[in-house]
């Protein structure tokens, strides 16, 4: 019964949606259910709807996106723990056509178990693949059709965390460039750490930039730059709560790490995504077992931030999230209610206020809008 509703709304939204918009919005989901792989939506930013386009087929768990800067091509993770040529997870690079479907043009294994997140350089050149569970970066060369090259480079993290059962061993869940694209970031929710490495010839070298731990635990997941690159945003899984690191003398430290959840919350709950606001000054993160997003105001000078809202999801477990290109609404993908939320923003204050629009869709995890 629960396919046939996702089936009957996904025929519906598909007879409805007969023209190209300008933006695109696309959707990372686990297919170990009723999902059946990557949607692609016609947004309309005027008041932040949705109608279904295209879905690529994909059962190999298309967790994570990440398009590419020219709009060209979208990379997505498989992951899992092997494919049929290799015990590994993989990538799939798409081509985006114009009407936004997306079109196979190859997949490479990272040689790595269940790769959760990818990321493009800012010149357009690496992919990069974080791998969970083997606790490593899969680097890869972006050649001229947007195919992968076979992996390039393998980054193997090395250490552990204080949780003997989460923290056995490295588990890399983020990589990204920073905005110049000079240093390599990754956040390690086994280790504790954020890491720097920086390119040497065709490979990635530890940075002089020494790792910076989180506390003891926090288990880093996500992360995100202010845009004028002295800052990094870091939401700890385990700790659930928010690191600030700031750049003095070319070097990243730690400044303050405050909670995501609200005084008093005693109740289980997991960081997961964070971002900063379009105009950076607010930073939003979301909270999986208070299922909540958390607001907080931010200091442009000192970097420093001040929880001030936990807005509910109104759903369960959210994953990713995304504001959208406007800066006018940020919408929320929860995993176990299977829906989509949406929230207008407050310009002035950072406030969010949901504004009733849930759309179904199965299992969803990340959100990413390309503009056309």
Known sequence: MKTLFFGLVVMTSLMSCNQLEDCLLYVGTYTDGASEGIYCYCYHPEDGTMT??????????????????????????????GDQRADSGSVIAYLILDDGRLERINQEVTRA???????????????????????????????ENGALSAVRQVIRHEGRGPDTVRQQGPHAHAALFTNDG?????ADLGTDRIDFYARADEHYLPAPQEPVSMPPGFGPRHFDFSSDGQFIYVMNEMGSAVSVLQKKDQVFRLIETVSSLPAGYAGKSYGADIHLGRDGHFVYCSNRGHNSIAVFSRDEKTGGITLIQNQSVHGDWPRNFAIDPGGDYLLVANQKSNNITLFAIDRETGMLSYTNQSTPLPSPVCLKFLVK
């Open 52 to 81: 279904l386009k295209h879905i690529m087929p994909n059962k190999e768990n298309p967790s994570f996106l990440a398009i590419h800067p020219d709009g060209r091509y979208l990379y997505a993770v498989s992951e899992v723990a």
């Open 113 to 143: 178990n269940h790769p959760c997140h990818v990321a493009v350089s800012p010149d357009g050149k690496t992919v990069v693949a974080s791998n969970y569970t083997s606790g490593s970066v899969s680097v890869y060369e972006v050649l």
């Open 182 to 186: 000079q240093l390599l970031v990754t």
